[in-house]
């Protein structure tokens, strides 16, 4: 695919998704940045990758988001750009990437299917009726709360990962890279809930007492930081996830 109609393409979609609620206007400015990235070297069929990753995943977030509107920092917005760049930033340096090298068809499904699994996990989850448990612990935490996990919520990733990898075989992709991509994808989505748990930044509100993800709760008061690193962030963790998905399936790769 043409640079030139890679871009055409990309800001088509970013402006659907703009009108759709889904991006806020930064977060199309950097979708259509990624999604030129990945179009230009993964031309139709990391095109349509990325789309199942984005249609599928702003469809599951707006549902859940409706009807779960008391949960963890539950997001009313659409996405903004570094929540763009975490979820696709790899994916977009594995299709370039691919240009010239089949392994970075692995490094783009990896981290496609990462982000899917992981969004999917935690949209899925919300439904569960039985509260999530902390990944390292295993104590009951509140739904939402980074590092909580539920079998629903697992089954779903794992899902979201093997759709992603099937839709990557049925395009073309070859046996082994969409066998390492799901493997990846699963793993990666596991290892940020690891992060989640131990070293990404939790705060506390002292006004509801409750957990938050922001320094900032969502009632307007000022929270606390009672675990891990303040600048390791939710955005941060997906990055160094979908990476690590991207990682992951590159090793697969070379030794299936």
């Not at 199309?28 to 070297?41: S, W, Y």
């Not at 990758?49 to 779960?68: D, K, N, P, Q």
């Not at 490094?107 to 996990?121: H, M, S």
């Amino acid at each position: 695919m043409t640079a030139a109609l890679a871009a055409t393409l990309a800001g088509v979609l970013a402006v659907l998704g703009r009108w759709l609620g889904w991006l806020d206007t930064p977060g199309a400015v950097a979708a259509a940045a990624v999604g030129t990235a990945v179009f230009a070297g993964g031309g139709t069929a990391g095109a349509a990758l990325l789309a199942i990753f984005f249609v599928s995943g702003s469809l599951l977030t707006r549902h859940t988001s409706r009807s779960h509107s008391n949960r963890l920092d539950a997001q009313t917005s659409g996405r903004n750009a570094r929540q763009v760049v975490a979820n696709g930033g790899c994916a977009a340096a594995g299709a370039l990437l691919a240009l010239g090298w089949e392994g970075g068809w692995a490094v783009l499904l990896g981290a496609l299917a990462a982000a899917q699994a992981d969004t999917w996990a935690t949209e899925i989850g919300a439904w569960s009726g039985r509260p999530p448990r902390l990944i390292t612990t295993g104590a009951a935490v509140p739904p939402g709360t980074s590092g909580g996990v539920t079998l629903l919520g697992s089954t779903g990733g794992l899902i979201g990962s093997a759709i992603m990898a099937a839709a990557a075989l049925a395009l073309g992709v070859s046996s082994t890279v969409a066998i390492a991509g799901l493997l990846a994808g699963f793993a990666a989505m596991m290892w940020d809930s690891v992060l989640g748990a131990s070293v990404q930044g939790s705060y506390h509100c002292a006004t509801c007492d409750a957990t938050s993800e922001q320094r900032l709760h969502t009632c307007g008061s000022k929270t606390r930081l009672v675990r891990g690193w303040s600048w390791l962030d939710n955005d941060a963790v997906n990055l160094i996830a979908t990476c690590s998905g991207g990682a992951v399936a590159v090793a697969l790769w070379s030794v299936l």
